[in-house]
């Protein structure tokens, strides 16, 4: 076999060209902090956050102006050097009281990216299009995918089984060709993404980005406690549990976290009635004790700066593309 391999990206040329790796820390509920995304864009990731992280609309603008700030003169400073756009995440459902103020929000700041979650994106596409941002939806089924694609989304973000948070039920090759029926525009792999290596592997199976939740819950600009870090560190695969029961909505997390909070596993497990008043699932307290993390939580072994993180995943996935490169004789 001769000439090069070469992977073909569905990305604006202005999004490419400031990407290290193909990459989206993900929004994730009281773990991604403004440090995190600023982080994460100046080392060449786009970075992002759920707006509900900001407790306050007032917060949330004081957080979108830093985030601007920050990455327009990093860029000012070094202009050759990569720094990738951010990225917020909207939960677009009547059950979120603040979605009307946070898209007024979005309307001034113009985040380059919005990533809707659950409901109907059409009115934050309309405005995130009049100054020529781009709308990612995440979906975890396919007639959900169908949906949001018919709505004029730009990108769909597959969340497939494994992932953190609310993982979906299938798996990623599955979705990746089911999509790919229908689907010709950005896709992002989510679920299980850990390595330089996994990145290279969605790229392979046609994406044009990977959404990494848990690997980064260690970094040092996440807000996850230290305990949180620690317990991530030492789990393994069969530290997690699958359930509905906090939510309503099923969710992997650590064990330990739920034993921690004085939560009978047995019980969990055996579907017998838990006793869960200690905790308010109606806000964010059954986040904040029980803590979410992916089956990619098995390769996770220290905590890291996201630039180290974003260091060796570039790694990483410059080795595994030397494999791939045959070079013409
Ligand atoms: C602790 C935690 C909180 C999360 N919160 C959100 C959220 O607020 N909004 C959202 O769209 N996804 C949320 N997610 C899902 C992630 O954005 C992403 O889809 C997932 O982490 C990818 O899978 P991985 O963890 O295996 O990398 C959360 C995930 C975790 C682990």
Redesign the pocket.
């Given at each position: 076999m001769e000439g090069v391999f070469q992977l073909i990206s569905k990305l604006p040329d202005h999004i490419a060209k400031e990407l290290s790796v193909p990459v989206i820390s993900?929004?994730?509920?009281?773990?991604s902090s403004p440090e995190l995304v600023i982080e994460s864009c100046k080392s060449g990731i786009i970075g992002s956050f759920?707006s509900?992280n900001a407790r306050t609309e007032a917060i949330l603008e004081e957080w979108m102006e830093r985030i601007q700030f920050e990455l327009s003169e990093a860029k000012e400073k070094e202009p050759n050097r990569k720094v990738a756009p951010w990225a917020v995440?909207l939960?677009v459902h009547k059950s979120n009281k603040r979605y009307e103020k946070d898209l007024e929000i979005v309307k001034k700041y113009e985040p380059p990216i919005v990533?809707t979650?659950l409901g109907n994106p059409s009115a934050v596409i309309e405005i995130v299009h009049s100054y020529g941002g781009l709308v990612f939806s995440?979906v975890s089924t396919i007639l959900h995918a169908r949906k949001a694609a018919e709505t004029g989304v730009d990108g769909l973000?597959l969340?497939c089984s494994?992932?953190?948070?609310?993982?979906g039920t299938i798996n990623s090759f599955a979705f990746a060709g089911a999509v790919r029926e229908f689907w010709d525009g950005i896709t992002i792999l989510?679920?299980?993404?850990?390595s330089g290596r996994d990145v290279l592997a969605s790229e392979v199976l046609g994406m044009d980005l990977a959404?990494?939740?848990?690997?980064f819950?260690s970094a040092k600009e996440s807000f996850a406690s230290d305990e949180y870090k620690e317990m991530l560190i030492e789990s393994v695969l069969d530290d997690l549990i699958y359930t509905d029961a906090f939510t309503g909505v099923n969710a992997n997390y650590l064990k330990n976290s739920i034993i921690k909070a004085g939560i009978d596993l047995e019980k969990l497990k055996s579907k017998e009635k838990v006793d869960l008043s200690s905790l308010d699932q109606s806000d964010s307290k059954a986040?904040k004790d029980i803590?979410?993390?992916?089956?990619?939580v098995h390769q996770i072994q220290a905590v890291q700066s996201v630039k180290e993180m974003v260091a060796e995943l570039q790694d990483e996935y410059d080795r595994a593309k030397e494999k791939l490169f045959v070079p013409s004789s």
């Open positions: 993900a929004p994730m509920f009281l773990v759920p509900l995440n939960i990533i979650s995440d973000i969340v494994g992932a953190g948070g609310h993982a989510a679920g299980c993404i850990s959404y990494m939740g848990t690997r819950i986040w803590w979410s993390a992916g089956q990619g």
